[in-house]
């Protein structure tokens, strides 16, 4: 027990704010020892003793080895980089900076492959949709050392929806929910359809600027005045991500993904696309859009709510397309969006 605390303390110690984003490669020319010396001064990172420094020291030599055969492989469509994420062991990233629990049962429900949803006739989807360019996102988010991913999706979807249908672009309380679900867990994990459930029955969210994130779970104050309301949420049929184009073409969506891989978490730019990635949810984002580049490759456009200095400016651009019918890295499987 001791030592868990010691490992806790050790790791607040890191502020890991966005800070610095340089993009320039001066960070790959220095020695390992030199360059976590540099990252360390990057995400404003003090390690409590030598001990742990050499520990992390390990887990951040073993990162930006990877990130650096990688990056030299030039047949990939996105490069990765060190970030804030490139101290810490696969364990303690799970369960701090995702925080998806799929509801028991759904991956085996056959009827959620053939459900009937509100977007189901849409006929002209278009070649690219940027929900960033109509306005209907807010800036990005960042979930900190807290497993609620699953909260900051639900908002953004709901910050979509209400944008659409109102015309008005209001950053919604993810802290609201993270107090207040009581069917999810706080920063210990939770999902979209409980906290649409939640919205719904509390006929409403207020704003993130009246109840502000805090990264920790706090005790529920439902005092705040109402600043969205949702009537319901619609599930995307599974594994068909034209009908996930449909559902995008209308409004952001909430997905389950797995973003648990050493490239999705230094993710850096490009066109994400991973053979190692499973299709455990494990991650909750929100798409936010869909195009194709320049080279020909179709993609989707996540939101995530890792921060700015993560990927594009806090965005991703993934495979769009895939053989596999649960979509690249199983972002096809659950998805979900609120209705006005
Ligand atoms: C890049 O792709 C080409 C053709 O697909 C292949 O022959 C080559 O080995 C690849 N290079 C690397 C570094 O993977
Ligand atoms: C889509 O079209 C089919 C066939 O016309 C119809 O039965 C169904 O109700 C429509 N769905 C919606 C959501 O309007």
């Known amino acids: 027990m001791a030592s868990v605390n010691f490992l806790i303390l050790a790791i607040i110690l890191c502020s890991r704010t966005s800070g610095a984003t340089s993009r320039d490669g001066g960070l790959f020319e220095a020695s390992a020892v030199e360059k976590h010396e540099q990252w360390m001064s990057r995400f404003h990172c003090v390690y409590s003793n030598d001990a742990e420094k050499a520990r ?106 209400t944008k659409i249908s109102k015309g008005e672009l209001v950053s919604l309380s993810v802290q609201q929910l993270v107090d207040c679900n009581t069917e999810s867990y706080g920063c210990g994990g939770g999902n979209t359809v409980n906290a649409f459930n939640y919205i719904i029955k509390n006929q409403g969210i207020t704003t993130e600027d009246s109840y502000p994130y805090q990264t920790s779970q706090q005790t529920c104050d439902s005092t705040h005045s109402i600043a969205a309301t949702i009537s319901a949420y619609e599930t995307v049929p599974q594994n068909d991500e034209e009908a996930l184009l449909k559902a995008v073409s209308q409004q952001p969506v909430s997905v389950a993904i797995d973003g648990s891989g050493d490239a999705f978490r230094q993710y850096f730019g490009g066109i994400f696309e991973d053979e190692n990635c499973g299709t455990d949810g494990t991650h909750t984002v929100t798409v936010v859009g869909y195009g194709t580049s320049k080279e020909g490759i179709k993609y989707w456009l996540l939101k995530n709510s890792w921060g700015k200095s993560w990927g594009e400016n806090g965005y991703m651009r993934i495979k769009r397309g895939v053989d596999a019918p649960e979509g690249m890295c199983g972002l096809a499987q659950f998805a979900y969006y609120p209705l006005a």
């Not at 492989?73 to 990233?93: A, H, I, M, Q, R």
């Open 56 to 161: 992390r020291f390990e887990i951040f030599k073993k990162n930006l080895k990877f990130v650096e055969s990688f990056n030299m492989n030039t047949n990939k469509t996105y490069k990765l980089d060190v970030n804030k994420f490139s101290d810490l062991t696969d364990e303690e990233f799970q369960a701090r900076y995702m925080g998806l629990l799929v509801p028991e049962g759904t991956s085996s429900l056959d009827s959620y492959k053939t459900v009937s949803f509100r977007h189901e006739n849409v006929s002209e989807t278009g070649e690219s949709m940027d929900w960033r360019q109509e306005g209907a996102v807010t800036s990005v988010k960042n979930q900190g050392h807290c497993g609620c991913c699953w909260a900051f999706s639900t908002v953004a979807a709901v910050e979509g929806i």
